[in-house]
Each structure stands twice: as C-alpha cells, then as structure tokens.
C-alpha cells in the first residue's frame, strides 16, 4: 500500500532538528556557519516533456474546437491570478497547487532550445544550461556548503555534468543501507572511534600522496582516492546524523509500488524524496538535492495523452505536497525549510500543441523546447508571482493571431507555442512580434539559471550565457526577493 | 603519399604487445578507463581466483549482510539511453567511503587466520594457499614477519599489477612502531587493509 510520508511525518523531523540545530554542524561549509542562515537548493524535474497547456500555461477550449489544440480537458481552463496581477490560464489539474498558490512563482515562456527537442539533450541544459552537457547548476550552487556538492535521486537522462566529482546519485533504499551500514560498526559517525583511522588506512594514504607526487599511470586517481578518504570521514560523520528518513518510525511505505497505480507512486517517491532531502540538509550531507521523477508525460500516443489530466494533477498534488512539507517542516524555532530553502520544480520542455495528419481527439503531442513552465519558491525569491507567457495564445478566424516572423521561422508547422519576447528592463511580457530570434528578446533558461544564481548570492561572474556566443541571460528581477 | 615504416611497426608493437600484456588485456576488455575504480564485479573476480573461495565485496560493506542499495556505489554499469555507462567508478568521498568499509572489513575477516581457536581462523573458506599466506602474517608482537611471509601475502592479494616497489614501500613501512606493538590479528588485518587500498589494486591498470 502506498503512504507517503506523512503531515506528521515531517513534523517530527522539524522537531527532531529543533533539538540540535539551532547552531550550526561544525563540519558544515561557510554557508552553514554560526549565526548565518542556512541556503539549500532542492530542484524536482518531472522528466518526459510536461505540457504546460496542460498545467499552469492552458488554452481556451475554442483552440480544440478550431482543430489547433489537443485539449483533454474538454473544458476551459481557469484564471490564475498573481499577487502581482499577472495572470495565466491553469487547467484544472492544477487545482491542487492552489494551497499553496500564494508561495510559488510560475514562469512561463521559457525558451529552453531553438535547436535540439530531444529528451536527454534538453535535460542537459535544464542542469547545465548546454545540450551536450558542462557544469550543473546545482553544484555550483552547492560546492562548499555541505560534506557532498550535490545529490542526486532518480533516474537522470542527461549525464554530462562534468562539475559533479564531489556528487553522488543516491536513492533512499542506499541511504538507509548507508547509514545502517556504517553506524552500526562505528566507522562512521563523530565520536573519536569513527574519525580513528587504523595505521593501514594511513598507510595507505601514504601511498596514495607518493604515488600522486610521482609521473605514473596512477598520479592522478591515487590523488583523487587520497582526497576522497580524507572526505569521506566528513561525510561518513553527516551520513551518521541523518534522522527522520521515510520509514524510520515505522510509518512510511516498503518502496513497492502497485504497477497499476503510478500516479500514486508518483506521490509517495516524490514525498519520500523531498524528506530525504531535507533529511540530507539537516544532517549537513549536502545543500544541493535534484530529485528526477519520470511520470507518463511523454504523451507520443492518443492514449497516453487522454490521460494527462490525471497525470498532471499527480505532478501537481506532488508538487503541492513538496511545498506544504517545505513549509511545515521546522529547521528551527524561527524559520521554516522553505525559509532556507530555494525550489525549483520543472520538466525539460514542453509539448507540440497536436500532431499533423491525426483528428484532433486522437492526436498525440510531441516535444516542443520552444517554451517552458517553471515553478519557483522559497529563499531568495518572490512568491506568489507570474512571470513570463507563450504564443499562440489568440485566435483570429480561427487561426492564431499572435505569432511571430522568428515563431514562423522556427516552427514553420504550426504546431508549438513559443515563449512571448521580454522586457527584462520592465519585467513584463512585450507585445511586439519580431520577425528573427534573437536570445536577447526572450526568457532563454540560462535567465532562470542566473535568477537562481543571484538568489543564492553567487557573483555576477557566475552567470551563464543565453548562448555560446556568450550572450548575457539577463537575469529576471521581478522574482528575485 | 609516404609511408613511415617505423609507425607501421610501433602500431603492429603496440597491438601485438596488448594482446600479451595482462594490464592492456584487461582495459580493453573492460572498457574503462585507466585509473578509474575497477568495480564490484572485476574485484569479485580477482578477489576470488587469488583466495581460491567466492568472494562477493558487496557483503564486506556490512558483514553478513547483502545491502542491495549500495550495489551501484561500488561500481557497476547503468543502462543509458545511448548504452551503458559505468557509475560510482570515480574516486569520490561516496566510493572511498564504500571501498574503505570494504578493505577494512574483508582483512579483519583475513586475520581471523590468526585467531587462537582454530576452528576461527578460515570463516571465508579460504584455499589452502591462501590461508598459508595470511597465516604468514599471524607473528607475536614487537616482531615483524619474514619477508617471505610478506611477499606471500602481498602477491596474494595483488597478484603481479604492482611494481615491486610497491612492495618494498609496504613491507618497509610494516617495521614501524605503530604496526609492530599491535597483536597478530590486528597486525595483519592492518598491513591487508593497506594492500586492500593500495591503488595498484583498487584502479582499473
């Protein structure tokens, strides 16, 4: 039977923290210092290509009717209103983020590509901000502020990141066994026993320094080995403090899933997941946790497309569950997780509005990097707020009647919304349509990467380009807090 | 177009040599990289054919036990959507931390060679071969073994991959205080342990 972890669930582990945590680990990185408020990063990437018609970036149902929009609602969407009075239309799989519309932030039109739809491409950038792969964001972000730069859970399509050799993919069943593991034989942990290396292991050291010093085959890896031991005593400390995991009191689920119930899956591995992370904050594991769940969003087929509403009102409940736990979860007496935590919930793109030579009810949808929804909260930014919007969003003789000369250009089918152009200086969607790209007139996703870079405090430097021309991704002001 | 001779014969060299050298032999048919972890499964194997017994490593993580979350941290290969990739074979603080429970647990398990009760000295079913070349260490504290003793158990845990100065560094350094004032079981499981991490037996050559 599926049970997620619970309201109470978390409670306990805020209160678990509450004994201990209110001066910071003495392992723990500058970020974590004494007296200096804690930052985490937890991004959730519902892998797949979630539609945003579909969720928070809908259409009215008169798009189905002129044969434009594959729309399994059958009805229309609702109004979304921001505190700032911005609006988008959310279907009604979106309900359940209404409980916590006040402390999120969507982005709509977010161009994550105007060259590559393919799944394992587009996840690169969503990490990495470069197709074929580079340095993540999140152990950019996370680097120093923990035993471990970054963790990662779930099944991860895009691979390269080639700043993630403190990192570590690791799911709950491996963490339980982790720190089972090793706190029961004592090698890990803080007492004086678990820091206490043997003279083998010091010897061994020793060989790996001399054999890093010499010019060998080995110079390079014995150096990484010598430095991941001397790590790993950090790490095996933090692994030893983790409490409150899913499971631990008994009350969460044996990690079976009924294969006839996946969206109930979804809920439990995404609930479990986010406790796991703020598990792993806690104990000063890491600072930086990417969960990446794969949901049946890849709607190719009629079939798996008529049944998006249900599966996207899963993301949704589970995305809504994510940032009740965030703010029901104590990391002291004064603040929440979601006042120490940065949110970051998305997919890798979009989806095409249909598909050519099919009836508009038996059509599918395919990949569309043109534009993008992203849900933003906690520290560092605005809540409550609704930046951004896609094309296609007006008809006109039943034909849209907002499409650019660069839409055109690059979606010569008609068959994808396409993220509107930008002020970034006013922080409001433009109404002109130009008639090329140009990065510089849209919401790119290095513009988010940078928004998140400066609400962690990370120097302009830091900053990605909107391509590799090195274009500045001006960063979007309206959410940053 | 010109032909150089000398690179036509230091290719064939090349490839003749790798089909006769056991450290090439092995990178190719492996597929990894040099100086990556060899992982799990090509420890299992030199660890079993040197101790003439199976060995598994996973279950010196925690021993008695089988922890099935950590089989990918000891190194493995992951279905990619292009093929398979190899995951947790870097050295990182996550696979040291693993490989170390490892080394620790498998010598301690070894010196039970050592253990006055006969009946305790061969939990691993270790050849006979094998069990001799531990039992080489098992020597009364304040002494060190004799070098023969030493090279039987280096070669056994590590075959021929390492230079002999390898050896010469490991077996000069068992002549320290802090290894020859401890006991015969925990001598030995400490000098293992050493071998057990040396990184001429822990890296793919």
């Given at each position: 039977m599926d049970t997620p972890p619970s309201r109470r669930h978390f409670l306990r582990l805020g209160l678990g923290g509450l004994v201990g945590l209110t001066c910071a680990h003495p392992l723990l990185g500058p970020a974590m210092a004494a007296g200096t408020s804690p930052h985490f990063l937890l991004q959730i990437i519902f892998t797949g290509g979630l539609d945003a018609a579909n969720f928070l970036d809908a259409r009215p149902l008169a798009f189905k009717a002129a044969g434009l929009w594959q729309n399994p609602f059958n009805e229309d969407p609702r109004v979304w209103r921001g505190l700032d009075g911005n609006e988008t239309f959310v279907t009604r799989a979106a309900d359940p983020l209404q409980r916590v519309k006040d402390s999120i932030s969507v982005v709509n039109g977010v161009v994550m590509s105007t060259s590559f739809d393919g799944h394992e491409q587009n996840e690169n950038i969503w990490h990495t901000c470069d197709a074929f792969g580079g340095p993540a964001l999140a152990p950019q972000i996370g680097?120093?502020?923990?035993?471990?730069d970054w963790v990662q859970s779930g099944n991860f399509v895009g691979k390269s990141f080639t700043n993630s050799t403190n990192s570590t993919l690791l799911d709950l069943a491996t963490l339980r066994d982790l720190r089972t593991a090793f706190s029961k034989s004592g090698l890990i942990g803080t007492g004086r026993r678990a820091q206490m290396e043997g003279p083998g292991q010091l010897l061994a050291r020793e060989r790996m320094r001399a054999l890093a010093a010499g010019q060998g085959v080995f110079s390079k890896a014995s150096g990484a080995m010598e430095r991941g031991l001397v790590a790993s005593k950090v790490l095996g400390a933090a692994l030893a403090r983790v409490k409150g995991l899913p499971g631990d009191d008994g009350d969460g689920s044996d990690g079976t899933d009924d294969p006839a119930n996946p969206r109930e899956a979804l809920k439990r591995q995404c609930a479990e997941g986010v406790a796991m992370a703020l598990a792993l904050f806690r104990a000063g594991v890491t600072s930086a946790v990417t969960l990446s769940l794969y949901p049946s969003l890849d709607a190719h087929d009629a079939d798996t497309a008529r049944e998006q509403p249900k599966t996207v009102e899963a993301v949704a409940e589970a995305i809504a569950r994510a940032v009740e736990a965030l703010k029901e979860t104590s990391w002291d007496e004064h603040s929440s997780f979601l006042d120490c935590t940065t949110l970051v919930v998305g997919s890798e793109f979009s989806r095409t509005m249909r598909q050519i030579g099919t009836q508009i009810e038996e059509t599918g949808t395919d990949h569309n990097a043109l534009t993008n929804t992203v849900i933003l909260a906690g520290k560092g930014l605005q809540s409550g707020r609704v930046v951004g919007a896609s094309d296609a969003a007006t008809l006109r003789d039943g034909a849209?009647?907002?499409?650019?000369g660069a839409h055109g250009i690059l979606d010569p089918g008609g068959l994808k919304a396409m993220g509107r152009p930008f002020d970034f200086g006013a922080g409001r969607v433009r109404a002109d349509r130009p008639n090329t790209y140009s990065v510089r007139d849209h919401i790119t996703w290095p513009s988010v990467v940078n928004t998140l870079l400066d609400a962690f405090g990370l120097p302009a430097s830091a900053h990605r380009a909107a391509d590799r021309f090195g274009t500045p991704a001006p960063v979007l002001k309206p959410l940053l807090a | 177009m010109k032909i150089f001779p000398v690179n036509i014969i230091a290719t064939a060299l090349t490839i003749t040599i790798s089909f006769f050298t056991p450290a090439l032999a092995e990178t190719r048919a492996t597929g990894r990289e040099r100086g990556t972890l060899r992982g799990r499964e090509d420890m299992n194997a030199h660890l079993s054919e040197r101790l003439g017994t199976p060995v598994d490593v996973l279950t010196f993580v925690v021993p008695g036990s089988w922890p099935v979350g950590l089989e990918t941290l000891l190194g493995a290969i992951e279905a990619t959507s292009t093929g398979s990739d190899y995951v947790s074979?870097?050295?990182?603080a996550v696979t040291m931390l693993v490989w170390e429970k490892v080394a620790v647990n498998l010598s301690a398990a070894l010196a039970q060679a050592c253990d006055s009760d006969s009946r305790k000295r061969n939990p691993l079913l270790l050849s006979a071969g094998a069990l001799k070349s531990v039992t080489?260490?098992?020597?009364?504290?304040g002494n060190t073994p004799t070098q023969a003793a030493l090279e039987s158990a280096w070669l056994l845990l590590v075959g021929f991959r390492a230079p002999r100065s390898s050896f010469e560094s490991w077996a000069k350094a068992l002549a320290r205080p802090e290894f020859t004032e401890l006991g015969p079981k925990r001598f030995t499981t400490e000098a293992l342990t050493a071998v057990l991490l040396d990184p001429n037996v822990l890296l793919v050559n």
């Amino acid at each position: 039977m599926d049970t997620p972890p619970s309201r109470r669930h978390f409670l306990r582990l805020g209160l678990g923290g509450l004994v201990g945590l209110t001066c910071a680990h003495p392992l723990l990185g500058p970020a974590m210092a004494a007296g200096t408020s804690p930052h985490f990063l937890l991004q959730i990437i519902f892998t797949g290509g979630l539609d945003a018609a579909n969720f928070l970036d809908a259409r009215p149902l008169a798009f189905k009717a002129a044969g434009l929009w594959q729309n399994p609602f059958n009805e229309d969407p609702r109004v979304w209103r921001g505190l700032d009075g911005n609006e988008t239309f959310v279907t009604r799989a979106a309900d359940p983020l209404q409980r916590v519309k006040d402390s999120i932030s969507v982005v709509n039109g977010v161009v994550m590509s105007t060259s590559f739809d393919g799944h394992e491409q587009n996840e690169n950038i969503w990490h990495t901000c470069d197709a074929f792969g580079g340095p993540a964001l999140a152990p950019q972000i996370g680097v120093g502020r923990g035993a471990l730069d970054w963790v990662q859970s779930g099944n991860f399509v895009g691979k390269s990141f080639t700043n993630s050799t403190n990192s570590t993919l690791l799911d709950l069943a491996t963490l339980r066994d982790l720190r089972t593991a090793f706190s029961k034989s004592g090698l890990i942990g803080t007492g004086r026993r678990a820091q206490m290396e043997g003279p083998g292991q010091l010897l061994a050291r020793e060989r790996m320094r001399a054999l890093a010093a010499g010019q060998g085959v080995f110079s390079k890896a014995s150096g990484a080995m010598e430095r991941g031991l001397v790590a790993s005593k950090v790490l095996g400390a933090a692994l030893a403090r983790v409490k409150g995991l899913p499971g631990d009191d008994g009350d969460g689920s044996d990690g079976t899933d009924d294969p006839a119930n996946p969206r109930e899956a979804l809920k439990r591995q995404c609930a479990e997941g986010v406790a796991m992370a703020l598990a792993l904050f806690r104990a000063g594991v890491t600072s930086a946790v990417t969960l990446s769940l794969y949901p049946s969003l890849d709607a190719h087929d009629a079939d798996t497309a008529r049944e998006q509403p249900k599966t996207v009102e899963a993301v949704a409940e589970a995305i809504a569950r994510a940032v009740e736990a965030l703010k029901e979860t104590s990391w002291d007496e004064h603040s929440s997780f979601l006042d120490c935590t940065t949110l970051v919930v998305g997919s890798e793109f979009s989806r095409t509005m249909r598909q050519i030579g099919t009836q508009i009810e038996e059509t599918g949808t395919d990949h569309n990097a043109l534009t993008n929804t992203v849900i933003l909260a906690g520290k560092g930014l605005q809540s409550g707020r609704v930046v951004g919007a896609s094309d296609a969003a007006t008809l006109r003789d039943g034909a849209f009647s907002d499409i650019s000369g660069a839409h055109g250009i690059l979606d010569p089918g008609g068959l994808k919304a396409m993220g509107r152009p930008f002020d970034f200086g006013a922080g409001r969607v433009r109404a002109d349509r130009p008639n090329t790209y140009s990065v510089r007139d849209h919401i790119t996703w290095p513009s988010v990467v940078n928004t998140l870079l400066d609400a962690f405090g990370l120097p302009a430097s830091a900053h990605r380009a909107a391509d590799r021309f090195g274009t500045p991704a001006p960063v979007l002001k309206p959410l940053l807090a | 177009m010109k032909i150089f001779p000398v690179n036509i014969i230091a290719t064939a060299l090349t490839i003749t040599i790798s089909f006769f050298t056991p450290a090439l032999a092995e990178t190719r048919a492996t597929g990894r990289e040099r100086g990556t972890l060899r992982g799990r499964e090509d420890m299992n194997a030199h660890l079993s054919e040197r101790l003439g017994t199976p060995v598994d490593v996973l279950t010196f993580v925690v021993p008695g036990s089988w922890p099935v979350g950590l089989e990918t941290l000891l190194g493995a290969i992951e279905a990619t959507s292009t093929g398979s990739d190899y995951v947790s074979v870097k050295p990182t603080a996550v696979t040291m931390l693993v490989w170390e429970k490892v080394a620790v647990n498998l010598s301690a398990a070894l010196a039970q060679a050592c253990d006055s009760d006969s009946r305790k000295r061969n939990p691993l079913l270790l050849s006979a071969g094998a069990l001799k070349s531990v039992t080489g260490l098992c020597r009364s504290r304040g002494n060190t073994p004799t070098q023969a003793a030493l090279e039987s158990a280096w070669l056994l845990l590590v075959g021929f991959r390492a230079p002999r100065s390898s050896f010469e560094s490991w077996a000069k350094a068992l002549a320290r205080p802090e290894f020859t004032e401890l006991g015969p079981k925990r001598f030995t499981t400490e000098a293992l342990t050493a071998v057990l991490l040396d990184p001429n037996v822990l890296l793919v050559n």
